[in-house]
């Protein structure tokens, strides 16, 4: 399975912003799908996650109620929709595959990773 997160940039403060992942290779449907984020100078964090029929989700604390993960197992996609963006929202975003449908906030659980998209944040 490939990955390739898309839709990183520079925004302002409170814009909302909606990151893509598409999958090539296996079967999208059965893949559980994770974000994850990495700040500068900090590890890598969980940000949600979905499983693979998109009916189940799960969010860090500090992403609930901005964060929106959802998938269109059609295009073989998973999103990150962000909302009110804030400066220290600024990391390198990656999305992440796991051959199972469960969803997981757990990096170790995952067997496929995509090469990050930045998105940057001014205040």
């Known amino acids: 399975v490939q990955l390739q997160a898309s839709g990183g940039g520079l925004v302002q403060s409170g814009d909302s912003l909606t990151l893509a992942c598409a999958a090539s290779?296996?079967?999208?449907?059965?893949?559980?799908m994770g974000w994850f984020r990495r700040t500068p100078g900090l590890q890598r964090e969980f940000v949600a996650s979905?499983?693979?029929?998109?009916?189940?989700?799960i969010y860090a604390d500090s992403v609930k109620g901005r964060f929106t993960i959802s998938r269109d197992n059609a295009k073989n996609t998973v999103y990150l929709r962000i909302d009110n963006l804030k400066p220290e929202d600024t990391a390198v975003y990656y999305c992440?595959?796991?051959?199972?449908?469960?969803?997981?906030?757990?990096?170790?659980?995952?067997?496929?990773w995509g090469r990050g998209t930045l998105v940057t944040v001014s205040s």
């Open positions: 979905i499983n693979g029929g998109g009916g189940s989700t």
């Open positions: 992440a595959a796991r051959r199972t449908t469960y969803y997981s906030q757990n990096s170790y659980q995952y067997d496929y």
């Open positions: 290779g296996g079967t999208f449907s059965s893949y559980g």
